[in-house]
């Protein structure tokens, strides 16, 4: 008996390596396509997409537990890793087939590495400025950082510490290491409104005169969610102070830590790029005789490694560097006549993976095909190596 | 045929729920990251807080602007081409009083730190009002609380609440910048301090104090069309909420009313 017979006779790995299972998967799944597609209308296309598909069950219709996408295309990934494991008859006859198999494992790799991996966001400038961040759309953080009285906001380089703040819970806490200090979530709402007036408790810190929070319900619309909390800092020394952040406030909070000071506020989270962009110049044409835009673009200038670089991106002309794509997006033209670019940034380490998976599993249907169609007259003979 | 539903149905409940048992037993702890934050302003700005206008066309309109006399808004052109130049609103009230960096004639504006400072000011509390019957309110944009249009075409207004922390820059120069909006001529400080003294003080609802700014009082002479402007200031401790009007001074004068009653029914939402 060889390793893969042993194998075989492993209770596990034939539960898990049963066609029976891969065929409730791919029902399930056409379910869930269907069912989420329809859901975008009335949910949202963010909303959707996290119910439906990146979850790993919900409740249909309120109270019915339901496997989720990810749940789904988990159990596929390791039915289909079993099957290659232990029932493929790797023979040359069957190749198409072995092929077809890891195309499609590399698919939900792919998507795995997609979910896990890819980073979307935005970076808008004006002419003339400089930025290193991109802006998430939906994720929130606390970013905290050392004030420096030299600095204006004209031109500043900030080491900035920051925590991801969408899974908050209450009684949570978050040690920053280095700025040795404790952070405990006394009170976080992913979507509330801000009161200054009585009612609310004293003697917590906030940049605004806000004194309390008042949850909302979660808009489905994920851009009209404003979070804020009530956080406890501890210090080394013993100290405890409340902060009151909320996430529409441009001014940070400032507080002291021993002898040092520092900034804290909660915004949309922010990504450090390999790169330091410019935005140099705005254009945009416009349709004769209209307001409405015929095209717009921007001339770019990258800094890598102390050495600028020009760049014109426009509508089907992003910039690429390394992981990192850059596209146009929209514009601002404020009353003073300034224009500011918004270009989106997406950083996907497996935009190339669902490429390869596509190309991989066509190439073994056409194999499978041609191979089937030049052995018709044979008996055909099953690829696996037993039946269940 | 049931036997075998139940069958596949109980292996894949199995299956997903030692996945997912798996799965959240991984969820990670809420770790904290680092990044360098990296941001300069533009140079164009600078350029123009150093009075380099070489990049300006060199013509009529812009012949005082560039004139190393130019020191003050009174040597811009007062004219429709620059009327745009600067936002004429409560935002950008008493920038050049309060003598601030940068804010000079142009430049002053478009300096981070002082839009870094507009922004901090604005304050984001939650306002209750009730728009009188003739109006139609609009969303607010921007650090706009709300706008409203008049209905009456004969007598059409345009009308802004905004609320900001602090001063705002003081009564004095926010009165000076809404005449020179206006086109009147600013007077010595004692006379509009006067002028300001003069005008009619109430309390809202809430009893917050406030005061109505008319303009139209300085417009005797002049003609039904001409533009003009009423404005209340309520004071609420460390914040100011504007509401402005403005339109022509027939307009402004049959709506005064109705300026007054909005901003008396001005409430904090609790």
């Given at each position: 008996?060889?390793?893969?017979?042993?194998?075989?006779?492993?209770?596990?790995?034939?539960?898990?390596?049963?066609?029976?299972?891969?065929?409730?998967?791919?029902?399930?799944?056409?379910?869930?396509?269907?069912?989420?597609?329809?859901?975008?209308?009335?949910?949202?296309?963010?909303?959707?997409?996290?119910?439906?598909?990146?979850?790993?069950?919900?409740?249909?219709?309120?109270?019915?537990?339901?496997?989720?996408?990810?749940?789904?295309?988990?159990?596929?990934?390791?039915?289909?890793?079993?099957?290659?494991?232990?029932?493929?008859?790797?023979?040359?006859?069957?190749?198409?087939?072995?092929?077809?198999?890891?195309?499609?494992?590399?698919?939900?790799?792919?998507?795995?590495?997609?979910?896990?991996?890819?980073?979307?966001?935005?970076?808008?400038?004006?002419?003339?400025?400089?930025?290193?961040?991109?802006?998430?759309?939906?994720n929130w953080e606390i970013s905290i950082w050392e004030a420096d009285p030299q600095s204006s906001g004209q031109k500043y380089t900030r080491a900035v510490t920051a925590v991801d703040a969408d899974h908050f819970k209450n009684e949570q806490t978050i040690q920053f290491q280095q700025l040795g200090f404790l952070l405990k979530v006394k009170e976080y709402h992913?979507?509330?409104?801000?009161?200054?007036?009585?009612?609310?408790?004293?003697?917590?810190?906030?940049?605004?005169?806000?004194?309390?929070?008042?949850?909302?319900?979660?808009?489905?619309?994920?851009?009209?969610?404003?979070?804020?909390?009530?956080?406890?800092?501890?210090?080394?020394?013993?100290?405890?102070?409340?902060?009151?952040?909320?996430?529409?406030?441009?001014?940070?909070?400032?507080?002291?830590?021993?002898?040092?000071?520092?900034?804290?506020?909660?915004?949309?989270?922010?990504?450090?790029?390999?790169?330091?962009?410019?935005?140099?110049d705005f254009?945009?044409?416009?349709?004769?005789?209209?307001?409405?835009?015929?095209?717009?673009?921007?001339?770019?200038?990258?800094?890598?490694n102390q050495a600028w670089r020009e760049k014109l991106i426009s509508m089907n002309n992003p910039l690429r560097y390394k992981d990192y794509t850059l596209y146009q997006s929209s514009y601002t033209i404020d009353q003073m006549g300034n224009e500011s670019s918004t270009l989106a940034v997406v950083k996907n380490v497996g935009r190339f993976m669902p490429y390869v998976s596509t190309f991989v599993t066509f190439a073994g249907l056409v194999i499978h095909f041609l191979m089937m169609a030049l052995t018709a007259k044979k008996k055909p003979e099953s690829p696996y190596v037993d039946n269940e | 045929m049931l036997s075998k539903f139940n069958f596949i149905s109980l292996r894949f409940v199995c299956s997903t729920a030692l996945l997912c048992a798996v799965g959240l037993g991984c969820e990670r702890p809420i770790a904290e990251r680092h990044y360098t934050e990296i941001f300069v302003d533009a140079e164009k700005k600078a350029m123009r807080r150093s009075n380099d206008f070489s990049r300006m066309p060199q013509d009529d309109i812009h012949a005082k602007i560039m004139s190393p006399d130019a020191s003050d808004s009174q040597a811009m052109p007062q004219d429709d081409i620059h009327s745009k130049l600067m936002p004429q609103d409560e935002i950008h009230a008493g920038l050049k009083a309060q003598n601030m960096p940068g804010a000079d004639m142009m430049g002053g504006m478009q300096d981070p730190a002082l839009q870094q400072q507009i922004n901090a000011s604005a304050d984001?509390?939650?306002?209750?009002?009730?728009?009188?019957?003739?109006?139609?309110?609009?969303?607010?944009?921007?650090?706009?609380?709300?706008?409203f249009s008049g209905t009456d075409p004969k007598a059409m207004v345009?009308?802004?609440i905004i609320s900001l922390g602090g001063s705002a820059g003081g009564m004095i120069a926010n009165v000076t910048r809404w005449m020179q909006q206006i086109q009147i001529d600013v007077p010595a400080k004692s006379d509009l301090e006067n002028f300001i003294s003069r005008q009619e003080k109430f309390s809202t609802t809430s009893d917050?104090?406030?005061?109505?700014?008319?303009?139209?009082?300085?417009?005797?002479?002049?003609?039904?069309?001409?533009?003009?402007?009423?404005?209340?200031?309520?004071?609420?401790?460390?914040?100011?909420?504007?509401?402005?009007?403005?339109?022509?001074?027939?307009?402004?004068?049959?709506?005064?009313?109705?300026?007054?009653?909005?901003?008396?029914?001005?409430?904090?939402?609790?």
């Open positions: 008996m060889n390793f893969r017979q042993k194998l075989r006779q492993n209770k596990f790995i034939k539960f898990f390596s049963s066609v029976k299972l891969a065929v409730s998967c791919l029902v399930l799944l056409f379910i869930l396509t269907f069912w989420g597609t329809v859901a975008q209308v009335h949910e949202g296309l963010y909303i959707a997409q996290e119910r439906y598909f990146h979850s790993f069950f919900f409740l249909a219709l309120g109270f019915l537990p339901f496997p989720g996408g990810q749940a789904v295309m988990w159990v596929l990934f390791v039915n289909l890793s079993c099957v290659a494991l232990v029932r493929l008859n790797y023979k040359w006859r069957n190749i198409g087939l072995i092929i077809i198999h890891f195309g499609l494992l590399l698919f939900l790799l792919s998507g795995y590495v997609m979910l896990r991996c890819a980073q979307e966001g935005y970076l808008s400038l004006s002419e003339g400025q400089i930025s290193n961040l991109s802006t998430a759309y939906h992913r979507n509330c409104d801000a009161y200054a007036g009585e009612g609310g408790k004293q003697g917590i810190l906030n940049a605004s005169g806000i004194q309390r929070l008042q949850p909302a319900d979660l808009d489905r619309a994920p851009e009209k969610n404003t979070p804020g909390g009530i956080f406890n800092i501890q210090t080394a020394d013993g100290q405890s102070f409340d902060i009151l952040l909320f996430g529409r406030e441009s001014s940070p909070v400032s507080f002291k830590v021993g002898d040092k000071e520092y900034q804290a506020i909660l915004r949309l989270a922010r990504h450090q790029l390999p790169f330091e962009l410019k935005l140099i254009m945009k044409e416009e349709h004769p005789g209209t307001d409405t835009p015929r095209s717009f673009k921007s001339q770019v200038a990258v800094e890598t | 984001q509390t939650p306002l209750t009002w009730e728009t009188p019957q003739e109006w139609i309110e609009k969303k607010g944009s921007g650090l706009r609380l709300a706008t345009e009308v802004t917050l104090p406030a005061q109505l700014i008319d303009f139209t009082q300085l417009q005797g002479n002049a003609g039904p069309d001409v533009p003009s402007m009423i404005a209340a200031i309520v004071e609420r401790g460390d914040t100011q909420i504007f509401v402005k009007m403005t339109g022509s001074k027939q307009a402004v004068l049959q709506n005064r009313d109705r300026l007054k009653a909005l901003a008396k029914s001005i409430k904090v939402k609790e």
